[in-house]
């Protein structure tokens, strides 16, 4: 898999050879696989029952999340729907809330305490330093994109597994 980190020159003629772009181009177009939501006018929701505009992640969850879901888990449609559903709730929706900016209370409201332990922060703790004269922000990147890998799966896992089990008890 080749990838290309954002934030490096990139011209239209690179863009254009690659299977994927994700998070970078101004475009949404499923189709032609173009899955980026800093456009004027993007209004994508998971469903009419969400409110909160998908970020790249879940807009690649939301065109891919099934496939994956029946893949690593081997459940039947009806199963692998409600798993598609919950892994959304329990993860998904964070990263898309946080991505555009979400917070989690109404204005006015002083959370008791912060949390700096959910993947965006834990993403973010992979940025290079600004005074890291060593810095790899490709390494780092990497390591990014392998931590948010693991967990999906561990939550896909847990849901397909432990969770999708107990409806039938």
Known sequence: MRMLRWCEPVIAAVLAQMDILVDVGAVFDPPTNKFDHHQR???EVFDDK???????????YKYFGKRVIKRTVGCPD???DILYRKIYD?????IDAIDN???QWPDGVTPAYKVHSHLSERVASLNPWWNDPDARPDEQCVKAVQMCGEQ????VNYCGKSCLPAFDI
Request: charged share 25%; proline share 0%.
């Open 90 to 94: 329990r993860f998904i929706e964070e």
């Open 152 to 155: 999906f799966l561990t939550e």
């Open 50 to 60: 969400h409110k909160i505009k998908l970020s790249s992640a879940g807009l690649i």
């Open 101 to 103: 900016g979400v917070t």
């Open 41 to 43: 006018g993007f209004s």
């Open 78 to 80: 009806e199963a692998g």
